[in-house]
């Protein structure tokens, strides 16, 4: 809903206000029935892991995951109302349009979260699965604790811009924005947040305590505001022009360069506060106390999970912390274009657009890693790699990744669970080509060609959640986000699309009969490639020995100088991925005793290095190859075509038109790349004991489109 209101004052000066209210409510994940009904196993109570619920989600890596039964995934509601008034001002004086004004909006984000509430088993691999040894359990306790979130928080915005006609053919535009808003808050004082990854008791809006029994995290240590506010800073300066080199409006020239700030809006924080301690119970446990006598399947029994976490002081509650201190988080942005009339219904433009992303958002699943720096043994950086801490081992020879040398747990903070993570300390850069030429309608024709040469390089890519895109690492290393820099989740390299419409002229002495069934028909299409989106090798599991469990954990590989990743034909299921070029992370056997933690050997038998070289799964490289493989390309041709039938009784511009469209008219087939982690789990190369994965590794699981689909319309047009 929107009121405006224009008051001109005089010729030179008018000013518009405008009040506006926005609501959108949604329900968002339910599952509220199963398929066969209530006596279907996903609808049968008593197959839930936690009491009241039903079965629970499960994770076996290498397998896609079940997600469990009615309601046993994450689930929640939404209510976003939003208020605002804007003032705009417009005075022409001379050569010069000045405009300035501003705007105020208060937003108002209410959301319950239902966060895995019948909780969620992963397992290490098939055989643990078949076991019934899960290597943790992790669930929110509703029941204990359900305290729905009233998010706050309002954004300013004043600008002045100046539009100087400095002579009859340049333009020259410029401004300057300032962008503050206030700092998140609940309405209720019921945020959250370690100020430090390290710190065992959070900051809160309001004192609370869990109805649970202490340990860490279970109560508030202090209050104060979510974060410091670096929006106090935000003045975005602006420089635009526009000239037309000859004089005749058949040319012109754009370009511009401005700063736009990210601002720290509520839908960043929802996945930071819909598990975090106190507000919420959401707790996780990797140590499991099975009645005595010890059987396996025991703690993957009904009810069982729910048992392991209620009332337990062992098991540990889910955290989020937010950078306390953040820096502002900017992109720079600038333009240059070239527009040049070839015909009286064509244009040519050709441009190039750069940007550069500074202080950008870091986030993940799960950030309690071991060998973080703050943790009882940080990692170490060696002339092979980034080295992580690597324990005494409890049976046999090596050593067990996430131990510290004296046995200990090196989690960055080991008294807690899952801990996601917000740090501002990501950069990105983006350089594009971009070519059209459009062709007006005229003549019964008109087409558009847009071709886009571009690269977009990043540390991170995500923005709302960890795994924004399905092919996304979840879970970054926020210490080291450098080491993850490479092409972005949402990189193309080259997108082409033409599209064209084309009225079929209908012969001027066609009549009756003849004029009205081959009259008026109108062709269609739109043409769509593009040379497909990137995707990362990676090792199944936690060979590193990080302990996140919150997180889609994985292990890097080292790529084979000179080999090609992508298996020039991929006939039928054939692997996509070349998995001869990849081989595991290896230290100069004459090394060994020179580096800081000791080397973990692979527990695969028969995992053997090439002469002179030790595997050390505890060693990453110092760029882990993220998105370095590129999909197969995607193309797509759509068809229509449209009959119309004017009705001059009702009005001259009154007709009746079918339409018969055919998507993906050449029922081309497009494919995902395989995918890490959440995405399909297919990109993995190696288990995590440093096996080749075997059977439908790296092989495409995903369409990229749908099949041909044809549709047919009726559209009353006058």
């Given amino acids: 809903i929107s009121l405006e209101e224009n008051h001109t004052f005089n010729s030179n000066f008018v000013n518009t206000a405008r009040i506006g209210y926005n609501r959108d409510r949604v329900v968002n994940l339910f599952a509220p029935s199963a398929i066969g009904g209530a006596n279907a196993p996903g609808g049968n109570l008593a197959l839930g892991a936690v009491p009241g619920q039903y079965a629970p989600r499960v994770t076996v890596h290498g397998i896609n995951d079940f997600y469990g039964g009615i309601n046993a995934g994450s689930h929640y509601l939404h209510a976003w109302n939003s208020y605002q008034y804007n003032d705009d001002a417009f005075w022409v004086h001379g050569a010069h349009t000045i405009k300035f004004g501003g705007s105020v909006e208060r937003m108002l984000y209410n959301e319950h979260t239902y966060q895995e509430p019948a909780g969620r088993y992963q397992f290490a691999n098939y055989l643990s699965f078949l076991e019934g040894m899960p290597k943790s359990f992790e669930a929110s306790l509703v029941n204990l604790v359900d305290n729905p979130r009233e998010f706050r928080q309002t954004i300013f915005g004043f600008y002045v811009q100046d539009d100087w006609k400095m002579k009859s053919n340049l333009t020259i535009n410029m401004g300057i924005r300032y962008e503050p808003s206030t700092v998140l808050k609940d309405a209720q004082g019921r945020i959250t947040n370690l100020a430090s990854i390290t710190d065992s008791s959070p900051v809160c809006g309001v004192q609370f305590s869990a109805p649970i029994p202490a340990q860490a995290g279970s109560a508030c240590g202090s209050t104060g505001p979510y974060f410091s506010n670096a929006t106090l800073r935000n003045f975005e300066p602006r420089l635009g022009f526009a000239w037309d080199p000859f004089k005749n409006g058949k040319t012109s020239v754009r370009g511009g360069i401005g700063i736009y700030d990210v601002d720290p809006i509520p ?18 446990t990797k140590t499991f106390t099975s009645p005595a006598p010890f059987t396996p399947g025991t703690i993957f029994a009904a009810q069982e999970g729910g048992a392991q976490l209620a009332g337990s002081t062992t098991s540990q509650l889910a955290m989020s912390t937010v950078e306390a201190k953040p820096k502002r988080s900017y992109g720079e942005e600038w333009n240059l274009s070239l527009q040049r009339q070839l015909m009286s219904d064509m244009t040519l433009t050709v441009g190039y657009v750069g940007t550069r992303g500074v202080h950008l958002m870091t986030r993940g699943d799960d950030g309690n890693m071991a060998g973080a720096p703050g943790s009882s043994a940080p990692y170490a950086k060696t002339q092979y790699g980034y080295l992580f801490p690597c324990g005494p081992a409890s049976a046999g020879s090596g050593c067990t990744p996430g131990l510290n040398p004296a046995g200990g747990n090196a989690q960055v903070n080991p008294n807690l669970g899952t801990i996601r993570y917000i740090y501002w300390n990501a950069n990105a850069n983006y350089n594009g080509l971009n070519i059209s030429l459009d062709k007006k309608f005229q003549h019964g024709f008109q087409f558009q060609v847009a071709y886009t040469f571009a690269k977009s390089l990043d540390d991170t890519s995500q923005t709302i959640a960890g795994d924004t895109f399905a092919n996304s690492i979840n879970s970054p290393w926020w210490f080291l986000p450098g080491a993850f820099y490479g092409p972005s989740d949402f990189n193309v390299a080259h997108t082409l699309s033409i599209n064209g419409l084309y009225d079929i002229p209908t012969p001027k002495d066609w009549t009756g009969a003849l004029k009205t069934a081959l009259g008026g028909w109108e062709l269609g299409g739109i043409v769509t490639y593009n040379s497909g989106t990137p995707t990362t090798p990676d090792t199944s599991g936690d060979p590193l020995g990080l302990g996140n469990t919150g997180a889609d954990q994985f292990g890097p590989i080292v790529k084979i100088a000179g080999c090609n990743p ?16 990849y081989t ?53 041709l759509d068809f229509s075509t449209m009959k119309n039938f004017p009705i001059t009784k009702i009005s001259e511009t009154f007709k009746i038109q079918f339409r018969a469209e055919f998507f993906n008219i050449t029922n081309h087939s497009n494919f995902v790349p395989p995918q890490p982690g959440s995405g399909d789990g297919n990109s993995q190369i190696f288990n995590s004991d440093g096996s080749l994965v075997t059977g439908l590794s790296s092989t495409f699981n995903a369409a990229a489109n749908s099949t041909r689909q044809i549709q047919f319309a009726i559209k009353v047009v006058w």
Avoid at 267 to 284: D, E, H, I, R, T
Avoid at 566 to 581: L, R
Avoid at 618 to 635: D, K, M, Q, V, Y
């Fill in 584 to 636: 595991l992370p290896s230290v100069p056997t004459a090394s060994l005793s020179s580096l800081p933690y000791p080397c973990a050997p692979y527990a695969a038998p028969g995992v053997t290095a090439p002469a002179g070289q030790t595997f050390c799964s505890n060693l990453a490289p110092f760029n882990i190859g993220r998105n370095s493989i590129t999909g197969p390309h995607f193309f797509n």
């Fill in 566 to 581: 992508v298996n020039s034909s991929t006939p039928g299921y054939a692997s996509y991925i070349n998995q001869k070029c």
């Fill in 267 to 284: 839908g960043y924080f929802l996945l930071q506060q819909n598990q975090a301690a106190p507000f919420l119970v959401f707790k996780s």
